[in-house]
Every structure is written in C-alpha cells, then in structure tokens.
C-alpha cells in the first residue's frame, strides 16, 4: 500500500470524493503542514497553527496510480483560488498536495504544469507541491462525514 495527502478545501467532501476511487483502501481526514502538534480543529479554524484540512489516502497501487489520484484532486476543486474553496476562506483551505517521495513530487509537479499550460483554467494554478509533514487525524466527528450524514 501506498499513501497519498491532499489539500482542497473542507476535507470532508474530499475524503467523499477519494473513497469512491476503486483502489482507494482507507481515507482520514485530518490536519497537516502547520507547526502546532497535535492540533484541535478550532485551532485549526483559528488560522494560528497553519495546518491546512487535508485527506490522507492509503491505495494500492496495482490498482490506481498516484497519477489518476492528482487527476481527481483536480477535478474535485478549484486550484486557482488562494486560500479558499468556494464559501471558506483561510489558509487552512488552500489548494495543496503533500508528497512522499520524489516519483510522487515529480508527478504532482508535471500535472499542475500541465493543468497551468492547458488553458482550460482563467487564472494561474496556485497549488503548493510541498513534503509530506505529519499528519494528526482529526476529531472522529469529521471522519467519513458525508456518507454518515447521508445515510441518516
């Protein structure tokens, strides 16, 4: 199994988005890239920890490749928009993905370049290709939040 971490806005929808992909064997949400450990989502929110919302997913590769994964991500928001995804605004929702190793740097990199040069966008791409950094799960009220609410 491999692993994959994305920021794009409110993780909930995202996750949502990730754990229909066949391959996808396990998501958390959580919180990544700030300097506060082990942070709560109100701290989160506060925009003081500069963590942002992000998804991290577990695949097998035999099935999917990091490759169709970046083609989700950026269908599912909108990279052109700094720190926000539609009605959020905070850094904690900026357009991000955390990679673990070089293939999947370069990967990541190639795909926002291509995306940026398509001109299917009006605005530059402004999604951070940054190192994975610890990721703290979040509370297990955010876990799986849209299939628990839709299945009420």
Known sequence: MAQAMFGAGCFWGVQDAFEKLDGVEET????????????TYRQVCS?????????????DEGKIGFGELLACFFEIHDPTTLNRQGPDVGDQYRSVIFYYDDKQKELAQAARKELDESGELKRPVVTAVEPAQTFW????????????QCSI
């Not at 958390?28 to 942070?39: A, C, E, I, L, W």
């Not at 799960?137 to 628990?148: C, L, M, T």
Request: hydrophobic letters at 25%; aromatic letters at 10%.
């Open 137 to 148: 799960i979040a509370e297990d009220y955010h876990q799986h939040y849209h299939q628990r």
């Open 28 to 39: 958390q949400v959580g919180y990544s890239g700030g300097k506060t450990d082990n942070p």
């Open 47 to 59: 925009g003081d920890t500069g963590h942002v919302e992000v998804v991290r997913v577990v695949f």
